[in-house]
């Protein structure tokens, strides 16, 4: 039986999300993706719920189950991913950029199977993807907006550089260079940063985090609104 938690501090709140990786075509029958397992994302997706958003979640391909009352939109691409966020992003007052998001894109997709040559060598061009949560922070009538970075050194500074460049009302930092956390883990730890404040969330199954982080975002967003 599952019982809400008594407090909802997302009640009334319609909240966007993003997960998993993106697959960037390379022709019919192959693509460039990433480890990305979605698990962080579905985690804070079924958290948001609970606490009382109305919850979108824009997943790429992953093999998880959606979240009950969870409205989810599935996406291959960067490009069908940033798509899907922007043809919703109106409405929310909460977009989480949890997704894994290619940066680049082969330039040239095939139309048929590339076929091997005498060649030893090849070259694929790739071409930069649009960055989905710096396009939402851009808007002008901004959601409160979370990203993630994902480091494998000098986690703080570059947390504290996207934050800045992408006008982020907060950054979730997570340290991926041990295999015990974070892309294919079922745990992870955050160290979460917003414009003079800082809180670390120590390694916890990605469940408990997902609720521990969204309660930190329902509050700075009640502080800010
Ligand atoms: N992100 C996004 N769209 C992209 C790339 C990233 O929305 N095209 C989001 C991710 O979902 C994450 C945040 O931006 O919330 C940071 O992603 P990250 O890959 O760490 O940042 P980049 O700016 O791509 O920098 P780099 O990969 O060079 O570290
Ligand atoms: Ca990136």
């Known amino acids: 039986?599952?019982?809400?938690?008594?407090?909802?501090?997302?009640?009334?709140?319609?909240?966007?999300?993003?997960?998993?990786?993106?697959?960037?075509?390379?022709?019919?029958?192959?693509?460039?993706?990433?480890?990305?397992?979605?698990?962080?994302?579905?985690?804070?997706?079924?958290?948001?719920?609970?606490?009382?958003?109305?919850?979108?979640?824009?997943?790429?391909?992953?093999?998880?189950?959606?979240?009950?009352?969870?409205?989810?939109?599935?996406?291959?691409?960067?490009?069908?991913?940033?798509?899907?966020?922007?043809?919703?992003?109106?409405?929310?007052?909460?977009?989480?950029?949890?997704?894994?998001?290619?940066?680049?894109?082969?330039?040239?997709?095939?139309?048929?199977?590339?076929k091997k040559t005498s060649a030893d060598n090849m070259v694929v061009e790739l071409t930069k993807n649009p960055d989905i949560v710096a396009a939402v922070a851009a808007l002008q009538q901004k959601p409160f907006t979370v990203g993630?970075?994902?480091?494998?050194?000098?986690?703080?500074?570059?947390?504290?550089?996207?934050?800045?460049?992408?006008n982020l009302d907060m950054i979730a930092a997570n340290d991926v260079s041990g295999s015990d956390r974070g892309f294919n883990s079922d745990q992870n730890a955050l160290s979460v940063f917003w414009q003079g404040g800082l809180q670390h969330l120590p390694l916890a199954d990605k469940t408990g985090l997902a609720e521990q982080l969204l309660t930190l975002i329902a509050k700075r967003y009640h502080d800010t609104h």
């Open 1 to 114: 039986q599952y019982f809400a938690p008594a407090v909802q501090p997302l009640a009334g709140l319609k909240l966007m999300l993003t997960a998993g990786p993106t697959r960037e075509a390379l022709d019919p029958v192959r693509y460039i993706s990433n480890h990305s397992s979605g698990k962080m994302g579905f985690a804070l997706a079924a958290a948001a719920r609970a606490l009382g958003a109305d919850v979108t979640l824009v997943s790429g391909p992953v093999s998880l189950a959606t979240p009950a009352g969870v409205q989810r939109i599935n996406v291959e691409s960067a490009q069908n991913m940033y798509d899907a966020v922007m043809a919703g992003i109106d409405v929310q007052h909460i977009f989480i950029a949890c997704a894994a998001v290619a940066d680049y894109a082969p330039k040239i997709v095939a139309s048929h199977k590339i």
């Open 148 to 166: 993630f970075a994902a480091e494998t050194r000098d986690v703080e500074k570059y947390a504290l550089d996207k934050l800045k460049r992408k």
